[in-house]
Nanobody
Framework: QVRLVESGGGLVQAGGSLRLSCAAS????????MGWFRQAPGKEREFVGG????????MYADSVKGRVAVSRENAKNLVYLQMNSLKPEDTAVYYC????????????WGQGTQVTVSS
């Protein structure tokens, strides 16, 4: 069974940095696209950034572009979300997700990890 487990969330001061990790297991993720999403209280879930497992091409939401970076370690099936210059508005539950190459949307999701940015 495919499983995605996030870690690395916590409390950080505004302007600080945090790196989230996503451990992916259960299958080979070649040709999958891995994504990071977040959901703040009272808001809908939004895309943060993503990476193609093979090749490593990335894409980011305009709201976080320049402040975040998605990367992966293929040998360990790990995906990272490095976040810098954090703002209170970045406070949310962050989710790791995976999309099969033939799927129209992400089918696999982690449980989420809380990120709280204090001002």
């Amino acid at each position: 069974q495919v499983r995605l487990v996030e870690s690395g969330g916590g409390l950080v001061q505004a302007g600080g940095s945090l790196r989230l990790s996503c451990a992916a297991s259960g299958r080979t993720f070649d040709n999958y696209r891995m994504g990071w999403f977040r959901q703040a209280p009272g808001k809908e879930r939004e895309f943060v950034g993503g990476i193609k497992w093979s090749g490593g091409s990335t894409m980011y939401a305009d709201s976080v572009k320049g402040r975040v970076a998605v990367s992966r370690e293929n040998a360990k099936n790990l995906v990272y979300l490095q976040m810098n210059s954090l703002k209170p508005e970045d406070t949310a539950v962050y989710y790791c997700a995976a999309k099969a190459p033939t799927a129209s949307w992400y089918a696999y999701w982690g449980q989420g990890t809380q990120v709280t940015v204090s001002s």
